[in-house]
Structures are given as structure tokens and as C-alpha cells.
């Protein structure tokens, strides 16, 4: 199952960004790990920011996980882990959506003000964050590349029935074969019976 653990929006601050805003979605994740898990996310993300010069897009991988980010040339950036299963160029879009979403809701002269680590509310990155969670529902070209899949998978399953059941009319047709054949030699049989006992 594709994964989506984390969103997190920071401003790169020449060698140390400092958090603005970031959720996770750990749920599928035991509850004593979680708290674990985050600060990895948050670790993760802010060494890859702070390795991505502004204007550039970059993605680092480490066991099944990959963190994605991308930093705008004003500064704001944004990363994303996700497992190794999920979309690169999905992470991507998501990652565009969310700087638009952090700027609408502040924008750049007051996200600059920030000097320590925050965590400004913008509920439509949480709501993103949860669209994000099955990537063929967020994106149209994979939401259409599944649905071909899925028309793909229904045509195949209908000949291998089809077959099947032109198997079955085959042996059908066998049959029917052999029953009037045998009802040809019972028809025969009957009259030879019937004609050596005629009654005068």
C-alpha cells in the first residue's frame, strides 16, 4: 500500500530551515512509534531542504522510504516522504499544490517574519495531505492510466469466460452429438425388437 507520512513546509534559511508548518499521517503506524517516526520525517526533511539549493527539486531515498522536496527561489520550500511505491511525479504535484496552498494562506512578507521553529495552521494542507493518500484518486493521469487498467483487467476476465463457457458449449455440442447418435442405434435396436415380434 502507497504511503503518504508527511508534509512539511520551511523556510530555507542559509544552511538551517526553520519549520512553518508541517502534518503527518502515521495512522497505519503502532501509536508508541509514531512519535518516533515524526521526527525522523521532520530530520529527513530538513537535511534534504537544507541540500537543495532554492529553485531546485530534489528527492533522497533510504530503505523504502523517499523524501521529496522542493525549494522555491523566494525561499519557501516543501518536502514530502512517501514510501518507495508511491508516484515520484505524484509527490511532485503534491508538493506544488502545497506551497500554493502554504502562500495563499500567508504570503511572503509574513511567512519571512517567521524566526523559530512554528507550525502555522493551513487546513487545506491537511485536507491535500489526506487527498494525497491514494495517489490514482489525486492524479488524473493516474486516475486514468488505473481506470484503463481496470477496463484491461474486465475485458481479459470476459474472454477467459468467454472461452470457458465456449469450452463448455463445445462439449455441449459433443454430447448432443454422441446422445443423437446413441438415440439413432436405440431407435434401430427398438425396430429390429419390435419387427422380430410381429403379431399375425
Known amino acids: 500500500m502507497v504511503k ?20 503527518f499521517e502515521l495512522a497505519s503506524f503502532g501509536f508508541f512509534s509514531r512519535g518516533s517516526i515524526q521526527e525522523v520525517c521532520q530530520f529527513v526533511s530538513r537535511e534534504t531542504i537544507t541540500r537543495t539549493s532554492p529553485g531546485q527539486t530534489n528527492a533522497v531515498s533510504h530503505a523504502t522510504y523517499i523524501c521529496h522536496t522542493r525549494v522555491l527561489s523566494s525561499g519557501l520550500a516543501a518536502a514530502v516522504v512517501v514510501d518507495q511505491d508511491y508516484p515520484s511525479f505524484v509527490a511532485q504535484s503534491f508538493l506544488n499544490k502545497a506551497l500554493v496552498a502554504f502562500q495563499d494562506k500567508y504570503p511572503e512578507a509574513e511567512w519571512r517574519k517567521v524566526t523559530q521553529e512554528s507550525n502555522l495552521g493551513v487546513p487545506d494542507l491537511n ?14 493521469i493516474l486516475q486514468i ?13 470476459s474472454i477467459d469466460q468467454l472461452l470457458e463457457r465456449g469450452e463448455k458449449l463445445d462439449d455441449l455440442v459433443e454430447r448432443s452429438q454422441d446422445l443423437s447418435f446413441q438415440s439413432k442405434a436405440f431407435a434401430n435396436k427398438a425396430e429390429d425388437l419390435n419387427s422380430c415380434c410381429t403379431i399375425l
Open 4 to 23: 503518504l507520512l508527511s508534509a512539511i513546509v520551511m523556510k530555507h534559511n542559509n544552511g538551517h530551515p526553520v519549520t512553518l508548518y508541517s502534518c
Open 127 to 140: 485536507a491535500l495531505l489526506q487527498e494525497y493518500q491514494d495517489p490514482s484518486k489525486a492524479d488524473k
Open 145 to 157: 492510466k488505473k481506470e484503463l487498467e481496470d477496463t484491461k483487467e474486465v475485458v481479459i476476465k
